[in-house]
C-alpha cells in the first residue's frame, strides 16, 4: 500500500479518531490524504502535512439531488486521485464511498479498484428508533447491501451488537468483518491525578459528548437535582457543545439554563480534556444513543477515573460492574444518582475502582497497541 484517502463526513472526525493513525502510516512510506468537508480543524490537518480533499457534503442533509452530487463528486475524487486503498468513517462515507466504487469499476477504464475499509463507529441515527430513521431505512438497506457486500470491501465496528446487526441483515460478509478498537487512548497524556483521587468536598461529577438528548443529558441533570436536593455534597460538570446536524441536539438555551442551577456547570467545548479529567472524581454517561465505543469513558478510564453508565454493549467494553464501574438502566436518573451517591459516600470504593479503570485501558484501549491492530487488518485486506 503505498496510499491511503481517509473520508469522513467532517473533519472532526478525522481530527479526534484518525490523525495519529495517519502519522504512523506516513512515517512507514505511506502518503495520506483526507477527504472531508471544509471545517474548524482543516488549517491544523493541512499544517500538520497531510494533503486535504474537499468534500461537499453536508452531514444533516437529505436532499435527493444534493446527496447524488456529494456521491458523483467523490467518485470522481477516487478516479481522479487513485489511491491504493481508503479507508471511510461515519454512515454516509461508508455508503457513498462503496457506491462510487462500485460505480468506478462498474465503468471501467479508470484506476483498479482500491481496496476499502468501512469503519462503524457505532450505527449512530439511522439504526435508532426515530420514525425519520425507520423511513430511511427502508431505502438505504438495499444500497447497502448491494454496495458494502462487495469482495474489495471489508468493515470494522466498536462493538460486536453492531457488527452482528449488519451481518444478521445481510449488509456484510461475516468473514469480511472485524470489531477493532476505533476509540484508542494515548495513556501516556491521559493519566491519572498524582493524588489518586481527589478527597476535597465537593466530589466532581463529569459528563462529556456530543451534547444530544440521547446521550442522556437530561437524565445527568435530573440526577444532580436529586443528589443536592439531598444535601449531598457532589457537583455535576458537564463537558460539550450541542452538535446542531445531528436530530435532538440540546440547545445551547436549555444548557445555559442548567448552568445557573446550584450544582451543575456546562463547562462547554473543551480543547484540554487530559487536565480537565484530573480535575474531577467520577465519569458519567447514563447514554441511550447508538454508541460504537463511547470515546469520553476510555479517556476517562485512562485518567484512573471510576465510570458510571448505561447497560449498552458499547458501554459494557470500558466498564465492568463491580470491578471499574457501575451499570445502570437507561432513562433511569434516580439509578444513576443512585450509583453516583454509592461513590460518593465510599471513597475507597470510588479510588480503587480508578485504579482497576487505569490498567484496563493500559491493557485495551492502548494508543500503540491498537495502531499496530489496525496495521495488521490494512496488510490482511491488502
Known amino acids: ?90 454512515i454516509k462515507p461508508n455508503l457513498y464511498g462503496t457506491v462510487a466504487l462500485r460505480l468506478n469499476r462498474l465503468r471501467g477504464g479508470g484506476p483498479p479498484t482500491p481496496h476499502a475499509v468501512n469503519s462503524f463507529m457505532g450505527v449512530g441515527f439511522l439504526f435508532s428508533d426515530h420514525w425519520k430513521a425507520r423511513v430511511l431505512r427502508a431505502g438505504v438497506l438495499p444500497v447497502m447491501r448491494w454496495a458494502m457486500y462487495g469482495p474489495h470491501v471489508y468493515t470494522t465496528f466498536s462493538n460486536w451488537d453492531d457488527r452482528d446487526t449488519f451481518v444478521d441483515l445481510g449488509i456484510v460478509q461475516p468473514d469480511r468483518t472485524q470489531v477493532i478498537v476505533s476509540e484508542f487512548v494515548d495513556t501516556d497524556t491521559f493519566v491519572a491525578s498524582a493524588e489518586d483521587g481527589r478527597s476535597s468536598d465537593p466530589v466532581r461529577v463529569l459528563m ?4 444530544l438528548w440521547d446521550k442522556g443529558v437530561e437524565e445527568f441533570v435530573d440526577a444532580a437535582r436529586q443528589l443536592r436536593a439531598e444535601g449531598s455534597p457532589v457537583e455535576f460538570w458537564i463537558a460539550g457543545e450541542p452538535d446542531t446536524e445531528t436530530p435532538g441536539y440540546v440547545p445551547e438555551k436549555q444548557l445555559r439554563a442548567w448552568d445557573q442551577e446550584e450544582g451543575i456547570r456546562w463547562l ?23 454508541e460504537g465505543l463511547p470515546r469520553f469513558l476510555v479517556e476517562a478510564a485512562s485518567a484512573g477515573l471510576p465510570l458510571v453508565t448505561t447497560d449498552l454493549a458499547a458501554c459494557r467494553r470500558v466498564a465492568e460492574p463491580g470491578e471499574n464501574g457501575v451499570l445502570i438502566p437507561t432513562e433511569r436518573p434516580d439509578c444513576l444518582a443512585d450509583a453516583i451517591r454509592q461513590l460518593v459516600e465510599n471513597d475507597q470504593e470510588r479510588r480503587a475502582m480508578g485504579r482497576r479503570s487505569r490498567e484496563k485501558a493500559v491493557q485495551k484501549f492502548e494508543a500503540k497497541r491498537a495502531i499496530q491492530d489496525w496495521m495488521d487488518l490494512y496488510r490482511h485486506v491488502v
Not at 468537508?37 to 457534503?57: A, K, M, N, S
Not at 462529556?208 to 451534547?211: E, T
Not at 462547554?268 to 447508538?290: E, H, K, Q, W
Open 208 to 211: 462529556a459528548a456530543r451534547l
Open 1 to 90: 500500500m503505498s496510499s491511503i484517502l481517509f473520508v469522513s463526513n467532517w473533519d472532526w472526525v478525522f481530527y479526534n479518531f484518525r490523525r495519529s493513525l495517519a502519522h504512523s502510516l506516513r512515517r512507514r512510506g505511506v502518503e495520506v490524504g483526507v477527504v472531508c468537508p471544509r471545517g474548524e480543524h482543516v488549517e491544523t490537518i493541512q499544517r500538520e502535512g497531510f494533503v486535504w480533499v474537499e468534500w461537499d457534503l453536508r452531514r444533516k442533509s437529505l436532499n435527493p439531488l444534493r446527496e447524488l452530487r456529494s456521491l458523483v463528486q467523490l467518485a470522481g475524487i477516487y478516479d481522479r486521485l487513485a489511491p491504493d486503498f481508503v479507508h471511510h468513517d461515519t
Open 268 to 290: 462547554g467545548y473543551c480543547s484540554n480534556m487530559p487536565s480537565l479529567l484530573r480535575r474531577v472524581d467520577i465519569a458519567a454517561l447514563p447514554t441511550r444513543y447508538n
